[in-house]
T-cell receptor, first 110, second 114 residues
């Protein structure tokens, strides 16, 4: 069945470091791919999305490119800030079904 | 707009008790869904609805019932709570199918079953 595999955490980075969180997927059809972020004590918020192969989603300095050939949707940011500390979820949506990865906790230290 | 609201925020149940988790949205979204979040498992879809009167099962539906009598409300019922249902529950809504549209999440309900 459809699924998402996400890089395990936790990840700790210094402020201004480069961030990569790996995400790969398995899907039988043509899914849309998403990154959601969860700040402490809150629900999830959409960070970015891509709906077809080679699309790049971007928001708040974060980027991810939908790569069909490697079935990947890795999240990157060039320079992280303390305020980026959160849990990041890769997700796959197809039809009316939605699948989340297990989440990667990111802590950014000053 | 209040967005997606959930009540209660916290709940403790004994094994075998029943309860209903409430979810409401004021964005006139057709699609609503319930997820549970467990450590190391991410979020898993329990049930979803594509409109009033229409519901369907997600990945982990056993032990839960839903109904959708209005566009705004989508309650989740636990008929006989079990310790395995200890989790954080999130309700979400979206304008259309989750394959394409952003989902808006409520703040969550933390449920403990003893």
């Amino acid at each position: 069945g459809d699924s998402v595999t996400q890089m395990e955490g936790p990840v700790t980075l210094s402020e201004e470091a480069f961030l990569t969180i790996n995400c790969t997927y398995t899907a039988t059809g043509y899914p849309s791919l998403f990154w959601y972020v969860q700040y402490p004590g809150e629900g999830l918020q959409l960070l970015l999305k891509a709906t077809k192969a080679d699309d790049k989603g971007s928001n708040k300095g974060f980027e991810a490119t939908y790569r069909k050939e490697t079935t990947s949707f890795h999240l990157e940011k060039g320079s992280v800030q303390v305020s980026d500390s959160a849990v990041y979820f890769c997700a796959l949506g197809t039809g009316n079904q939605f699948y989340f990865g297990t989440g990667t906790s990111l802590t950014v230290i000053p | 707009n209040a967005g997606v609201t959930q009540t209660p925020k916290f709940q403790v149940l004994k094994t075998g008790q029943s309860m209903t988790l409430q979810c409401a949205q004021d964005m006139n979204h057709e699609y609503m869904s319930w997820y549970r979040q467990d450590p190391g498992m991410g979020l898993r879809l329990i049930h979803y609805s594509v409109g009033a009167g229409i519901t369907d099962q997600g990945e982990v539906p056993n032990g839960y019932n839903v109904s959708r009598s209005t566009t705004e409300d989508f309650p989740l019922r636990l008929l006989s709570a079990a310790p395995s249902q200890t989790s954080v529950y999130f309700c979400a809504s979206s304008y259309g199918g989750v394959g394409s549209y952003e989902q808006y999440f409520g703040p969550g309900t933390r449920l403990t079953v003893t």
